[in-house]
């Protein structure tokens, strides 16, 4: 199988060393600068607790055009980086080529076929771009469970977790998707192949969309979040209107907020993804994240008031910082 990783950072390298290793595909990237000039040297290379994992890459190039039809292809890209990406893939998607994103938040095709969501979401998918880029038809959805950080261009550090969810964005099992997990699960996931990706899409949110943007306004680990009484309240105020949210859309969740706070918990002095990003320098993936649930909110006529002004803080802080460009509205 030709597969070809787009955006060979902490999440792509964690799929392309993997795949590479494992031996039954021919793993690709699409990347740039120092990683373009790192895989090309060393090929895929990622730290376990079981040593350096290190594996060929089959090519490297920045322009898609140079790899070709790809079988299956792996974004791995930031959100805000995805609407210029997307218009760059034509080159590599062939009529049965599969598109697995593999990125944090609320995807761009989310709500493709729920009533009400006729219409892209702007949040994520500014004028439909990507829409227009990659058809809905050959996406399989991805939920993915672990923890990598780049030590290095081309270079993945693995910390915790293998975990993986695919499947199809209208729900069910698929021959397609089961080929593709069958292909993940040889080379190490833990992988699961869901019946309502959706859902899962929507769980993983339901934590993220507080612990990420606390962290990243105060600099905290979401110990220290969990640990502060007020704090915690605000989130599970929160949690609650993003469930009310995910039960108009068909991914109801039974958990309770403190139910959820208790597995987190049990990460430690852990440090998210955005706050890993505000203190890199890196723009912050707020948009997938927040003001995805914030529009779908708005779009139902669902009251977030707890969610707007997590919105609203974290995106002034992200402007303020030059870490959020995007104007308020």
Known sequence: MKVCIVGAGAIGGFFGTRLAAAGR???SAVARGATLGA??????????TDGLIQAPVAQVSDDPAA?????????????????AVARSMGPLLGPQTVVLPAMNGVPWWFCEGLPGFEHPLQSVDPGGSIAASIPFEQIVGCVVHASTFSLAPGLVQHKMGQGLIVGEPRGGHSDRAER??????HAGFDLTHSKNVRYDVWYKLWGNLTMNPVSAITGATIDRILGDSMVRSFCSRAMQEASAVGARIGCAIEQSPE?????????GAFKTSMLQDVEAGREIELDGIVTAVQEIAQRLG???PSIDALLGLTRLFGQTHGLYPRAAT
Request: proline share 8%.
């Open 180 to 185: 593709i997990a069958d292909l993940l699960a």
């Open 259 to 267: 139910d959820r706070h208790a597995v987190t918990a049990k990460l």
């Open 25 to 27: 595909a021919q793993v």
């Open 302 to 304: 669902e009251p977030t």
């Open 67 to 83: 790899l070709g039809p790809q079988d299956l292809v792996v974004i791995a890209v930031k959100g805000p980086a995805l609407p």
């Open 39 to 48: 895989l090309a040297k060393h090929g895929w290379r990622m730290n376990t």
